[in-house]
Every structure is written in structure tokens, then in C-alpha cells.
């Protein structure tokens, strides 16, 4: 099977709680590290809402330039509202990339924008959360995947130990 390296960079994340889910939707869609910048959440850390403990298994680094920090071989990706950028349902995701999502309230740098390899949106009306777009770009790059893995065994090492519900019967009419 094809190793595939999916990273994270965050500029100036405004809020813990944001990143604690960051955390999360790396973990469940398997990236293999997320890098910020800025002071908003170090300041914030503690509130970390990252439920499942996945900065265990996961880097969780700041730094102070996301370039700096590309993988080797990795594609830039950038995620924002820049005219001219390609729409995700349209977009063709690298085996390997780096994924820079921008503040939520302000925009990334040019500098990084200019050293994408491609600039994507997510065709909303209205801007989305951070941790709702890095879900979103996650989800679609998994589900444009040759690499899905699906069935009961999947489910059953993901489901919260609480949930227990089964399907009984499939009744057609």
C-alpha cells in the first residue's frame, strides 16, 4: 500500500477549542502532524479540547514559519477564499501534501499563497470555522481516496466505547 503524508499548518489559530478539533480530524483522518503559528493559542493551550488525546500519537508544534516546515515531497496546499482558487469538489488532492489553512479573521500571507502548488475553497456561502474546513478538506480527500478503508472492523476500533447499537434488521419494501 502507498504511504501517503498528510500535514497541517495553521496560521495564527484564534482559539483552543479550534485546534483541540484540528487535533481530532487529524487523527481520525490519519495526518501525521499539525504545525501553527502565532501566540493566540500557546496563550490558550490549556483549554486544549482535543477529547481523544491525540497530540500523544500526532506532532503538535508552533512554529514561526509554516514553509519552513513543509515535508519533503509534499505539495503546498493552500485552503482559502482567494479568487481564482479551485473550488475542492474540482480539486485533485497530491499523495503527499501540506494543507495551510488561513486565520479566521484575516487571510494568509501573499508569500504563502504564492508558494502553493495549488489554492483550493470550499463553495459555501459565507467563510466556515477553521476546524469545520479542515474536516471538510479531510473528509473529501478520503473520500476521493483509493486508500478508504471500510466494514465492521473499522467501525467497531472507532465507535465510542459507549456505542453500542447494532442493526437488527434490514427490511425492504
Request: charged letters at 20%.
Amino acid at each position: 500500500m502507498n504511504q501517503q503524508v498528510v500535514s497541517i499548518g495553521l496560521v495564527n489559530p484564534k482559539s483552543p477549542t479550534n485546534v483541540g478539533a484540528v487535533m481530532r480530524a487529524a487523527g481520525c483522518y490519519r495526518a501525521s502532524a499539525v504545525f501553527y503559528t502565532g501566540a493566540r493559542y500557546s496563550r490558550a493551550a490549556k483549554f486544549n479540547t482535543d477529547t481523544k488525546d491525540v497530540r500523544n500519537n500526532i506532532t503538535l508544534a508552533g512554529v514561526d514559519c509554516l514553509l519552513e516546515h513543509v515535508p519533503v515531497g509534499s505539495k503546498v496546499v493552500c485552503v482559502e477564499l482567494v479568487e481564482g482558487a479551485t473550488s475542492l469538489p474540482e480539486f485533485e488532492h497530491p499523495d503527499n501534501a501540506f494543507y495551510i489553512f488561513g486565520p479566521e479573521d484575516s487571510s494568509l500571507d501573499q508569500q504563502v499563497v504564492d508558494r502553493a502548488d495549488a489554492v483550493v475553497y470550499i463553495p459555501t456561502v459565507g467563510c466556515m470555522n477553521l476546524a469545520a474546513t479542515v474536516n471538510v478538506v479531510l473528509y473529501d480527500r478520503l473520500a476521493k481516496s483509493s486508500l478508504v478503508v471500510e466494514g465492521d472492523e473499522l467501525i467497531r476500533q472507532s465507535r465510542d466505547t459507549n456505542n453500542k447499537v447494532k442493526i437488527s434488521a434490514l427490511t425492504t419494501d
